[in-house]
Nanobody, 120 residues
Framework: QVQLVESGGGLVQAGGSLRLSCAASGSIFRINGMGWYRQAPGKQRYLVAVITSGGNTNYADSVKGRFTISRDNAKNTVYLQMNSLKPEDTAVYYC??????????????WGQGTLVTVSS
């Protein structure tokens, strides 16, 4: 069993910063990609940022220059540093990870989500 546990969401004023964390645990052989997605009320879930095991990153245009994704492979943890937050960043943020379990079966799993609210 592999699971993701997110933390770091909350309420912040526009222009402020938050840092999200997502730790993977369980029978993990290898984690490939890790990423953050977000879903605003009444809208679909969209990619925010992803990072490969080698550190290559990709960002949604709406967050480029403001958000930074990073990971600690030794801790199986991915982070999302969010700066210059805007009210339109308000959403539930979900962590995603894909990889291989200890028994060599593939996994592609989601965290439970953490709410980020940016007030104007």
């Amino acid at each position: 069993q592999v699971q993701l546990v997110e933390s770091g969401g909350g309420l912040v004023q526009a222009g402020g910063s938050l840092r999200l964390s997502c730790a993977a645990s369980g029978s993990i052989f290898r984690i490939n990609g890790m990423g953050w997605y977000r879903q605003a009320p009444g809208k679909q879930r969209y990619l925010v940022a992803v990072i490969t095991s080698g550190g290559n990153t990709n960002y949604a245009d709406s967050v480029k220059g403001r958000f930074t994704i990073s990971r600690d492979n030794a801790k199986n943890t991915v982070y999302l540093q969010m700066n210059s937050l805007k009210p339109e960043d308000t959403a539930v943020y979900y962590c995603n990870a894909d990889g291989v379990r200890s028994g060599y079966s593939h996994f592609d799993i989601w965290g439970q989500g953490t709410l980020v609210t940016v007030s104007s």
